[in-house]
């Protein structure tokens, strides 16, 4: 079965210093990966994924990740922190087969960034 | 123009009542999914159409549970007997078709249900 796991309930970490949120994952077969960020009271937005090519893959609002097939993870990163981006951030994985299609997602990370 | 559209954003309901959320879909978007985020967790996912069609509704929880597309467009998820435990955000999400390059495709979110059984 896909799952993923993301071992940090909250993050923070002070404007301008650089981010990671923690992302492992179990799959069989090729892993798609993605990662979503949700404010309060809005929905999941997309900010990147992985299919296959290059393992350092860049998303939106300058936030990038690193896929590392050895250690089996998949963790988000973003060189200077903004207040902004205080958030919950979500990594899935893709199960899709001939009669399925769905997104499997972690427990969640708040990232807190302090001013 | 716009992204998936959910309504009510807000629903209160008594337990034992039926209940009805709407999705608007992505113009075009041939996949439809549901999930459902409850207090603290990750979205689980609910249910996903391709066109008109249930594809998979292995994650409804109950019978009490059923979802509709009948023209490949909106959807309405539809509770029946509602319990407390059915207290949750219901979020839709809509892609392009998982088709040749469909595994590119990734999913958009709507803003979400936000149902709560007292």
């Known amino acids: 079965a896909q799952s993923v796991a993301q071992p940090e309930d909250q993050v923070n970490v002070a404007e301008g210093n650089p981010l990671t949120v923690k992302c492992t994952y179990s799959v069989s077969g090729n892993p798609y990966l993605f990662w979503y960020v949700q404010y309060p009271n809005r929905g999941l937005q997309f900010l990147l994924k992985?299919?296959?090519?290059?393992?350092l893959v860049k998303g939106s609002y300058g936030f990038e990740a690193e896929f590392n097939k050895s250690q089996t993870s998949f963790h988000l990163k973003k060189p200077s922190a903004l207040v902004s981006d205080s958030a919950l951030y979500f990594c899935a994985v893709r199960s899709r087969s001939y009669n399925t299609d769905k997104l499997i997602f972690g427990t969640g990370t708040r990232l807190q960034v302090f001013p | 123009g716009a992204g998936v559209s959910q309504t009510p954003s807000n629903k209160v309901t008594e337990k034992g009542k039926y209940v009805e959320l709407r999705c608007d879909p992505i113009?075009?978007?041939?996949?439809l999914y549901w999930y459902r985020q409850s207090l603290g967790q990750g979205p689980e996912f609910l249910i996903y159409f391709q066109g008109t069609g249930a594809a998979d509704d292995s994650g409804l929880p109950n019978d009490r549970f059923f979802a509709v597309r009948p023209e490949g467009s909106v959807s309405t998820l539809k509770i029946q007997r509602t319990e407390r435990g059915d207290s949750a955000v219901y979020l839709c999400?809509?892609?392009?078709?998982?088709?040749?390059?469909?595994?590119?495709?990734?999913?958009?979110f709507g803003p979400g249900t936000r149902l709560t059984v007292l």
């Open positions: 113009s075009g978007h041939t996949a």
């Open positions: 999400a809509s892609s392009l078709s998982p088709g040749t390059s469909g595994t590119r495709n990734e999913q958009f």
């Open positions: 992985y299919i296959t090519g290059d393992n």
